[in-house]
T-cell receptor, first 115, second 111 residues
Framework: DAGVIQSPRHEVTEMGQEVTLRCKPI?????LFWYRQTMMRGLELLIY????????DSGMPEDRFSAKMPNASFSTLKIQPSEPRDSAVYFC?????????????FGEGSWLTVV | SQQGEEDPQALSIQEGENATMNCSYK?????LQWYRQNSGRGLVHLIL?????REKHSGRLRVTLDTSKKSSSLLITASRAADTASYFC???????????FGTGTSLTVIP
């Protein structure tokens, strides 16, 4: 299996621009998670989906952040407009408790810098 | 916050020594897991311990869990330079579907 695939790996953008991060989960996984990692706050759970439906988005920091999962093989995390404090590594992870045990699998992350 | 906290934040040891990291958490859990993150990479699962277990081993890894104290420890024996990474504990909710990560311990193993 190819694992969780994220794109882009690195992005530098100017403040105010829209940023879209993409994720392809592992085939057969029915849960998808978006995390944000910073030195100050560690690894924060932003939102997670089950069977393409958002279950808990209480970690989404502001209305500038939105996430979608139009089908089982694709999800996006969008920031509009972006701000310098959004600079972080954004991880997507997927999971299937029934089929693959109780662990989650992470992508390599999208490194976002907002200048 | 439902995040756990690891202690120490950073640890530097000589190759061959043992490394111990601790994790404290706040809520009831289904299980607790430890993950490793190499610099610039995603997290990778190491070991899982269920809430009704007290100790678990996997190769050079030993994990303990004390649910009464809401704490766990990860011991890496006979450390190697390749063990240099950040280590995170993750508490898993009783539903089994929410994973909350701690702040991590940065381990440096000096050859």
């Amino acid at each position: 299996d190819a694992g969780v695939i994220q794109s882009p790996r690195h992005e530098v953008t100017e403040m105010g621009q829209e940023v879209t991060l993409r994720c392809k989960p592992i085939s057969g996984h029915d849960y998808l998670f978006w995390y944000r990692q910073t030195m100050m706050r560690g690894l924060e759970l932003l939102i997670y989906f089950n069977n393409n439906v958002p279950i808990d988005d209480s970690g989404m920091p502001e209305d500038r952040f939105s996430a979608k999962m139009p089908n089982a093989s694709f999800s996006t995390l969008k920031i509009q407009p972006s701000e310098p404090r959004d600079s972080a590594v954004y991880f997507c992870a997927s999971h299937s408790r029934v089929r693959f045990g109780n662990t989650i699998y992470f992508g390599e992350g999208s490194w976002l810098t907002v200048v | 916050s439902q995040q756990g906290e690891e202690d120490p934040q950073a640890l530097s040891i000589q190759e061959g020594e043992n490394a111990t990291m601790n994790c404290s958490y706040k809520t009831s859990i289904n299980n607790l897991q430890w993950y490793r993150q190499n610099s610039g990479r995603g997290l990778v699962h190491l070991i899982l311990i269920r809430s009704n277990e007290r100790e678990k081993h996997s190769g050079r890894l030993r994990v303990t869990l004390d649910t009464s104290k809401k704490s766990s420890s990860l011991l890496i024996t006979a450390s190697r330079a390749a063990d240099t990474a950040s280590y995170f504990c993750a508490t898993v909710s009783n539903t089994g579907n929410q994973f909350y990560f701690g702040t991590g311990t940065s381990l440096t193993v000096i050859p």
